[in-house]
């Protein structure tokens, strides 16, 4: 009797269990502790995350409507004659006042040319399909409806897959310069939202509904593509850039070896490339000097710190601890983030160029302190974290 009552609690356990406690024990880039949290708190009527769920299920169900994404809609025409390829021009690049044909493009810091987001590069066409299958991964996991899972697939197989609709796994016109360049390796940062596409690959997997087909292409355009920014003149390039696009191409190439399950290669990046850019990107007081020299000097700090911790989470999960490493000189992530608060908590006046409002880079850098202390276990900046919440 005794052994049937066992036997059914384990039954009842494991048929309860979230993903986070996945038994094969495999490395995912997906947090599903994050998801879980969040459908608890669904389930049991709170207010704030049931108004959430409620709007992104209707975003999601307006995404079942909507049309495949796909690099080949762009009017324009990459310099290699193929629309499969990705194309996108710098951001902060406009037409020369001083030529007739306002060739070549001069860069104005922080000011976004219209230009450059428009459908005839692939810029808006790649963020609305990120976005869109982030939203439907998590209408899939809070609502355990699989036809926002099945529009998810349809869409990362339009946008990886079909012949007729495909990416080439290359960022070789991301961020060209008319007049100066066809491409540049700083578009590679354009695709820092490829996680979520793993993600949503993981919990279809996780699951048992990927189609394996869909599985084993993504798994080759996967390989192409972290082969073409670990091999690529442009993919060399940007792997040495010394501010935020370096950091953010650790993300990416970290994310998906991950997801190719080569968990070696990533503890050895992270432990050696990673943390020498921690020393070489942060000064001892804390400081960014890279990103500090920017148009948007508190935004784009806040954005590179944010992108540390990125990969300070992607090392818990191989068992490399990078909020912990110190330079002898005191160089850390965590110095960074110390750097930040006494402009957060208003005890000193930001005089640096901002030439955007800097709420949105303020509320990321408290919902980042939040994390360090909740996941962290650094209880380092409750001062800081008391001082706003009784503002």
């Known amino acids: 009797m005794i052994k049937k009552v066992i036997v059914l609690f384990l039954i009842i356990c494991f048929s309860n269990c979230n993903f986070a406690q996945d038994i094969s024990g495999k490395i995912r ?16 009527g709170n207010k704030e995350a049931v108004d959430s769920f ?8 307006k995404l079942l409507e909507c049309k495949s994404f796909s690099v080949v809609n762009k009017t324009g025409v990459p310099p290699s004659k193929s629309k499969h390829d990705y194309m996108s021009i710098g ?20 000011e976004i040319n219209p230009e450059t987001r428009n459908n005839a590069t692939d810029y808006v066409e790649k ?20 036809k926002y899972a099945d529009k998810g697939m349809q869409l990362i197989k339009a946008w990886f897959l079909d012949d007729a609709t495909k990416m080439n796994p290359n960022v070789n016109y991301g961020q ?64 040495t850039r010394e501010n935020n696009h370096g950091t953010y191409y650790d993300i990416q190439l970290l994310n998906i070896l991950l997801y190719l399950h080569r968990i070696e290669e ?92 800097k709420k949105h880079s303020e509320d990321k850098l408290i919902s980042d302190l939040k994390y360090i202390k909740r996941e962290l276990n650094d209880n380092s900046f409750d001062k800081a974290l008391d001082l706003i919440k009784n503002k």
């Open 29 to 44: 880039v997906i947090e599903y502790q994050e998801l879980e949290n969040q459908k608890n708190l669904i389930k049991k």
């Open 54 to 61: 409620n709007k992104l299920i209707k975003q999601a169900h």
């Open 91 to 110: 951001p902060y690049w406009w037409p020369n006042p001083n030529s007739e044909n306002g060739l070549p493009y001069i860069r104005k810091d922080g």
């Open 127 to 146: 963020t609305n399909f990120i976005s869109a299958v982030k939203t439907l991964t998590k209408a899939y996991y809070y609502s355990d409806d699989e």
């Open 176 to 239: 060209y310069v008319p007049g100066q360049s066809e491409g540049r390796c700083f578009g590679i940062l354009e695709f820092k939202g490829i996680e979520s596409v793993l993600k949503f690959l993981e919990l279809t997997k996780d699951q048992k509904i990927l189609d394996k087909k869909i599985e084993k292409g993504i798994l080759n355009w996967l390989t192409e593509y972290a082969n073409w920014l670990q091999k690529s003149k442009l993919g060399k390039k940007e792997a």
């Open 266 to 357: 990533v503890k050895e990046y992270l432990t050696t490339i990673t943390t020498a850019r921690i020393f070489q990107q942060i000064e001892p007081d804390g400081s960014q000097p890279k990103e500090l020299a920017r148009t948007k000097s508190y935004s784009y700090t806040v954005m590179n710190l944010s992108g540390f911790l990125e990969l300070v989470k992607l090392g818990q999960k191989v068992g490399v601890n990078l909020w912990n490493v110190a330079s002898e000189d005191g160089r850390s992530i965590k110095k960074g983030y110390q750097y930040m608060l006494p402009y957060l908590i208003q005890e000193k006046e930001w005089k640096l160029p901002q030439i955007v409002d």
